[in-house]
């Protein structure tokens, strides 16, 4: 067939097709998202009923990861001690062989005793700073800026309440890209696009970052492994929900400023690489993952003057969890914040939960 005749053919054809011809990608995205099988809901009622969902779901999930398990041995590299006021900063690299190497603050209560602590993993969002704001560096006016509007700060905060916190830097942000060569684009959408020619899922990486740095938190000598939270605001909110779902090492969970289900973002141009898991709203969305934590505590942290939240999806998500905590009988472990704030980090019911599971 020449080309002439095939151009001919698939005009005709288009033709045809009546308003189905006209429709763009974005109306047919926007189809998609409305009509999501999320196949894997849970809608049962009892104890055994959730267990063995949680087993089959978690399995699925894990599924759609792909591959994020950890190295076996690696090696830890001190870069340097910043002793503070009440607190001490390491600066560490962990290292092992076909990885690259993970950046982890170590946050230590100057005043520490010889008996163990609990620990905190906590977890940055986006921005240029990576894990710095959550650590509480703060050497320009810019970054002083960047951690007053969003209380980032969390790590710091945390420390001077008696817990050893650790906080991973993610990718792509602050030393796990070239600062050199700026991004000309999201360098999420970007990031996660060149990963995928190789097999590689960007949160998926991250989450074994995340894993990771539990594990180097729970074989602490100063901390008691049995009590460990993990916070995060942002897409560190959004990764605390995850590995928190992922690891029953996670005594108790506070995720900040992302209670948004990927249904409702992806009906927009929505493009963070990052959050990504391919195939998930075949069999569920943000309340599926979620509800793998119950019946250990969670609270969500939801400004009510948050722009990334959309509210009219806020409440049948959280309905959706609670269908988990309450099969489980703990209802009473799943909380929400609503507080007159933006996109921040609050604390205000966070800290009492904290201090109440983890009794620093």
């Known amino acids: 067939m020449t080309r002439r005749k095939w151009m001919a053919l698939s005009a005709g054809s288009l033709a045809g097709r009546g308003s189905a011809a006209g429709q763009n990608v974005d109306d047919e995205i926007r189809s998609w998202a409305k009509q999501a099988p999320l196949s894997m809901q849970f809608r049962g009622g009892s ?3 959730c267990r063995a969902w949680q087993k089959e779901f978690s399995a ?9 398990k950890l190295p076996e041995r690696w090696e830890e590299i001190r870069e340097r001690a910043v002793d503070l006021d009440d607190h001490r900063r390491e600066e560490l690299l962990l290292r092992a062989e076909g990885y690259r ?14 008996g163990r602590r609990p620990g905190i993993l906590a977890l940055h969002g986006h921005g240029a700073y990576g894990y710095d704001p959550v650590a ?11 951690i007053a509007e969003a209380n980032y700060d969390y790590g710091v905060q945390l420390v001077r309440r008696g817990y050893v916190v650790a906080i991973p830097c993610f990718t792509p942000f602050g030393r796990r890209v070239d600062s050199a060569k700026p991004y000309r684009g999201d360098a999420c959408g970007i990031t996660f696009a060149r990963m995928m020619l190789f097999g590689k899922l960007l949160i998926a990486e991250n989450l074994r970052n995340a894993l990771w740095t ?4 729970s074989q602490s000598a100063a901390v008691d492994p049995a009590r460990i939270g993990c916070v995060g605001l942002s897409y560190g909110g959004r990764m605390t929900m995850l590995t928190s779902a992922l690891s029953p090492k996670i005594r108790v969970a506070v995720i900040s400023g992302a209670l948004n289900v990927m249904q409702e973002r992806v009906q927009g141009r929505y493009g963070c690489g990052a959050q990504i898991i391919p195939g998930l709203l075949r069999y569920g969305d943000v309340p599926e993952i979620a509800s793998l934590i119950a019946p250990r505590p969670c609270l969500w942290e939801v400004g009510q003057k948050d722009s990334l939240m959309v509210k009219d999806w806020i409440e049948p998500a959280l309905e959706r969890m609670r269908r988990a905590w309450g099969a489980l009988g703990a209802a009473e472990h799943l909380q929400a914040d609503s507080f007159d704030g933006a996109h921040r980090w609050n604390g205000v019911k966070a800290y009492p939960l904290l201090e109440r599971v983890l009794k620093p």
Not at 101 to 114: E, F, G, I, K, M
Not at 214 to 217: A, D, H, K, Q, Y
Request: hydrophobic share 30%; no cysteine; glycine share 8%.
């Open 60 to 68: 699925k999930l894990s599924e759609l990861l792909g591959p994020y």
């Open 136 to 146: 509480g560096i703060a050497t320009t006016p810019e970054r002083k800026s960047n």
């Open 101 to 114: 190497d993970l950046p982890v603050y170590r946050l230590t209560p100057r005043d520490a005793s010889s």
């Open 214 to 217: 539990l594990e180097l938190l």
């Open 47 to 49: 104890p055994g009923e």
